[in-house]
């Protein structure tokens, strides 16, 4: 029997929740009693069990996405012929077993252990800020080691594992699977982004046993070298290239950078992925490419990021009046005059395109107001088109799981 499953009523005052991850996917059996999803409510982490043996169908709502008490999170067949009938019809009647409650100062490494922990026996121990803050920014807490009590994972874990490492060239981001990789994406953001902006694809990337590595562009982020045009971005990326070839992802103006990659390290490059490429056509948003190279206020960036997704994160006052003093110190300038003038693009990526030799596929949102989505008919016919009706100009912000079933396929 297929049935349905809900977001429940946790609280008497909870209206929302936040879907935090799924524990289990599309396909996979699952035992009565297992966590099928983390629910994240005003006051605490809820991890929702299935209330009868069976299998994920399918998933109705992605992580990260707030959702009303009754919405509905996944389509679940029971094989479980003693569960009472109807047991799963909706989720609003299971026993889910939330993290109690704790004020935001135990964080500092004295809270115990959850009853949800134990009942998990191998999954990691952590605060409901941590589990917040790891969604949040993309992080694994299985590859983390906690430095609360009995090993217990703290904020101050997840924000250390996300600082950027830097080293001569770049500050670069990476996310590692729990078990061993069984490959290697190399995701290059685009323009007034950063490594960050990946987080919620690399969460799903290492999920699927996918290892992530994210530099921060030069003239983006934390990486102090500058540059003036593509060949500027692209030139310092080798030394991120593995032995074993990559998936490598360009977002907008980072494609360009990642077709010159491909095109200088071909052998090194298993499959080429660009997300809203730039360099197809010449039509773009280009008050939206100068108004970030020069923003200086924090309620002109936010006009600006709206732009960007038909969802754009909510993002704090705090959080816009560092974008924007960042972004005030003018190192986009030089990229913003290269990449587009007099309103047009100015680069050219459809003859390199059709010259590489992997595969090469697109994957670009409809509802895109920066570069508009028909570009795809430059494309040279060998490379392959990915539509997502729900996106805008970042699909991995509005669609993670689509774009990371696609890249781990």
Same mark, same amino acid.
């Given at each position: 029997?297929?049935?349905?499953?809900?977001?429940?009523?946790?609280?008497?005052?909870?209206?929302?929740?936040?879907?935090?991850?799924?524990?289990?996917?599309?396909?996979?059996?699952?035992?009565?009693?297992?966590?099928?999803?983390? +629910?994240?409510?005003?006051?605490?982490?809820?991890?929702?069990?299935?209330?009868?043996?069976?299998?994920?169908?399918?998933?109705?709502?992605?992580?990260?996405?707030?959702?009303?008490?009754?919405?509905?999170?996944?389509?679940?067949?029971?094989?479980?012929?003693?569960?009472?009938?109807?047991?799963?019809?909706?989720?609003?009647?299971?026993?889910?077993?939330?993290?109690?409650?704790?004020?935001?100062?135990?964080?500092?490494?004295?809270?115990?252990?959850?009853?949800?922990?134990?009942?998990?026996?191998?999954?990691?121990?952590?605060?409901?800020?941590?589990?917040?803050?790891?969604?949040?920014?993309?992080?694994?807490?299985?590859?983390?080691?906690?430095?609360?009590?009995?090993?217990? +994972?703290?904020?101050?874990?997840?924000?250390?594992?996300?600082?950027?490492?830097?080293?001569?060239?770049?500050?670069?981001?990476?996310?590692?699977?729990?078990?061993?990789?069984?490959?290697?994406?190399?995701?290059?953001?685009?323009?007034?982004?950063?490594?960050?902006?990946?987080?919620?694809?690399?969460?799903?990337?290492?999920?699927?046993?996918?290892?992530?590595?994210?530099?921060?562009?030069?003239?983006?982020?934390?990486?102090?070298?500058?540059?003036?045009?593509?060949?500027?971005?692209?030139?310092?990326?080798?030394?991120?290239?593995?032995?074993?070839?990559?998936?490598?992802?360009?977002?907008?103006?980072?494609?360009?950078?990642?077709?010159?990659?491909?095109?200088?390290?071909?052998?090194?490059?298993?499959?080429?992925?660009?997300?809203?490429?730039?360099?197809?056509?010449?039509?773009?948003?280009?008050?939206?490419?100068?108004?970030?190279?020069?923003?200086?206020?924090?309620?002109?960036?936010?006009?600006?990021?709206?732009?960007?997704?038909?969802?754009?994160?909510?993002?704090?006052?705090?959080?816009?009046?560092?974008?924007?003093?960042?972004?005030?110190?003018?190192?986009?300038?030089?990229?913003?005059?290269?990449?587009?003038?007099?309103?047009?693009?100015?680069?050219?990526?459809?003859?390199?395109?059709?010259?590489?030799?992997?595969?090469?596929?697109?994957?670009?949102?409809?509802?895109?107001?920066?570069?508009?989505?028909?570009?795809?008919?430059?494309?040279?016919?060998?490379?392959?088109?990915?539509?997502?009706?729900?996106?805008?100009?970042?699909?991995?912000?509005?669609?993670?799981?689509?774009?990371?079933?696609?890249?781990?396929?």
């Amino acid at each position: 029997m297929i049935t349905l499953v809900t977001l429940p009523q946790l609280g008497e005052t909870m209206e929302s929740g936040r879907v935090v991850g799924w524990l289990k996917q599309p396909g996979e059996t699952v035992r009565r009693g297992e966590t099928l999803v983390e +629910i994240e409510s005003d006051k605490t982490v809820v991890e929702l069990p299935a209330l009868a043996d069976g299998r994920v169908v399918e998933l109705l709502a992605e992580a990260g996405a707030d959702l009303p008490v009754g919405a509905p999170l996944c389509r679940y067949e029971q094989t479980d012929a003693t569960a009472p009938a109807g047991a799963e019809r909706t989720a609003s009647d299971a026993p889910a077993t939330p993290e109690p409650e704790r004020p935001a100062q135990l964080d500092g490494g004295d809270a115990p252990a959850s009853p949800s922990d134990a009942a998990q026996g191998t999954r990691p121990r952590a605060t409901p800020i941590a589990r917040r803050l790891a969604r949040q920014r993309g992080v694994d807490l299985e590859a983390l080691h906690g430095s609360g009590r009995r090993g217990r +994972i703290e904020a101050a874990d997840v924000r250390q594992a996300t600082q950027p490492v830097t080293g001569e060239a770049l500050a670069v981001r990476r996310w590692q699977p729990p078990a061993a990789a069984t490959g290697t994406a190399l995701l290059l953001h685009g323009f007034g982004g950063d490594a960050q902006s990946w987080a919620a694809l690399a969460a799903q990337l290492t999920r699927q046993g996918v290892a992530v590595i994210a530099p921060d562009l030069p003239s983006h982020g934390a990486t102090a070298l500058e540059a003036q045009d593509v060949a500027g971005l692209a030139a310092p990326l080798a030394a991120l290239l593995q032995a074993a070839p990559v998936e490598l992802v360009g977002h907008s103006m980072g494609a360009p950078a990642a077709v010159a990659l491909a095109r200088a390290h071909p052998a090194r490059v298993r499959r080429l992925t660009l997300l809203a490429p730039a360099g197809l056509d010449d039509a773009i948003d280009a008050d939206f490419v100068h108004g970030m190279a020069s923003v200086r206020a924090p309620g002109a960036l936010a006009h600006l990021l709206r732009r960007l997704s038909p969802r754009p994160p909510a993002l704090s006052a705090a959080q816009l009046d560092e974008m924007a003093g960042t972004l005030a110190a003018g190192r986009l300038v030089p990229l913003a005059d290269a990449f587009v003038h007099d309103g047009r693009q100015q680069i050219d990526i459809v003859a390199d395109l059709a010259a590489l030799p992997m595969p090469v596929r697109v994957i670009w949102g409809v509802q895109d107001r920066i570069i508009p989505w028909t570009q795809v008919a430059r494309l040279p016919s060998r490379v392959a088109v990915h539509l997502i009706a729900e996106a805008g100009h970042m699909p991995h912000w509005d669609a993670p799981l689509q774009v990371a079933a696609l890249l781990a396929g």
